[in-house]
C-alpha cells in the first residue's frame, strides 16, 4: 500500500509560482502513472496534470504552459511547478498514483490519493 503526503500549498498574489511537492511511502509493484488533481469550493474534481510510467505527460488546458509535472524517482516524490497563477487556479490540490498490485499471480489495480493541500491565489 502506498501513502502520499502533499506539501507546497499556501497563499500567493495572481502571477505568482508555487511547487507542489507529493512524496510517496509504501509499496507498489508498479506505478502506470502519478498526478495532479485539484477541487475548487463547489466543483468537481478534476485532473491538472499526469505523469506516465514512460515519462510523457498532460495538463489541461486550462494550465497548459504555466504549470509542469516532473518526478525524482529517487526521493519517490512528484512535483508540480505552478507559474502564473490565477485565482481561478484556487482550490485543494490532491496528489494521486495509479498502478498496479500483485499478490501471487494475482494482479489487480490500485488507486491511491493523497488528503491534498490548499493553493490560494489572490490580491
Known amino acids: 500500500q502506498v501513502q502520499l503526503v502533499e506539501s507546497g500549498g499556501g497563499l500567493v498574489q495572481p502571477g505568482g509560482s508555487l511547487r507542489l511537492s507529493c512524496a510517496a511511502s509504501?509499496?507498489?509493484?508498479?506505478?502506470?502513472?502519478m498526478g495532479w488533481h485539484r477541487q475548487a469550493p463547489g466543483k468537481q474534481r478534476e485532473l491538472v496534470a499526469v505523469?506516465?510510467?514512460?515519462?510523457?505527460?498532460n495538463y489541461a488546458d486550462s494550465v497548459k504552459g504555466r504549470f509542469t509535472i516532473s518526478r525524482d524517482n529517487a526521493k519517490n516524490t512528484v512535483y508540480l511547478q505552478m507559474n502564473s497563477l490565477k485565482p481561478e487556479d484556487t482550490a485543494v490540490y490532491y496528489c494521486n498514483v495509479v498502478g498496479t498490485n500483485k499478490e501471487g499471480q494475482y494482479y489487480y489495480g490500485v488507486d491511491y490519493w493523497g488528503k491534498g493541500t490548499l493553493v490560494t491565489v489572490s490580491s
Open positions: 509504501g509499496s507498489i509493484f508498479s506505478i502506470n502513472a
Open positions: 505523469i506516465h510510467s514512460g515519462g510523457s505527460t
